[in-house]
């Protein structure tokens, strides 16, 4: 049996594993912890009916996805359990990465415009996207490099939001365009719708370089 550094210095040992007599196990809940405070007797966000019907092939998609899916799904869970927004917002821009490509500032750039491509067909305006993009990963700079201010905002549509609010629901469109779209899209395909857009076109419709 492995005994700890105490005990070699001492030459005790009461009987019991080492990792018992040195090491302290805490558990850590698998839940909100507003739900100690019986956040349930609040008011919530109603789950429209349309969402629910969603729900299944979401879960199928999701099951069936590659590893990169898989990763921002589970930050999109751990942002529930977060209680700090620096850390929802660095989970977020963590699942965010995985869908549409890793953090480095030359990369921002191309990661907002993935994000005008993947969700313009949800509704999204173009513009916002990228926009909300540049300006969550701005502040994930912040966070990183410990300048970022307390309760950080960001302003939408004349709208004050939680920067950590704002990147939740952008890797959350983002994971159920890629899951709901068929097939899946990936960063190559984003990039490629792209540069189709920017194609100049005759004013017949034809492609001037056929």
Known sequence: ?????????TGQTDGRPTSLRSK??????RYPLAFNEGVWNQEGRTITADEIDRLPSTFRALSASGK????AGRRLFQTVLRQDDDDVTIDACIGIEALLGEQHDELVHRMGLRASVALAPSGWDPAMAYDLLKKVYGHRSKIVHGTEPANATITVAESTLAVSRVAVRLLRALLESQLNSDPPWTTSALDAQLFAALVPRTPGGSDPSK
């Open 68 to 71: 990169r899916a898989k990763l």
């Open 24 to 29: 302290t196990v805490e558990s850590a809940p």
């Open 1 to 9: 049996m492995r005994r700890s550094a105490s005990d070699r210095r």
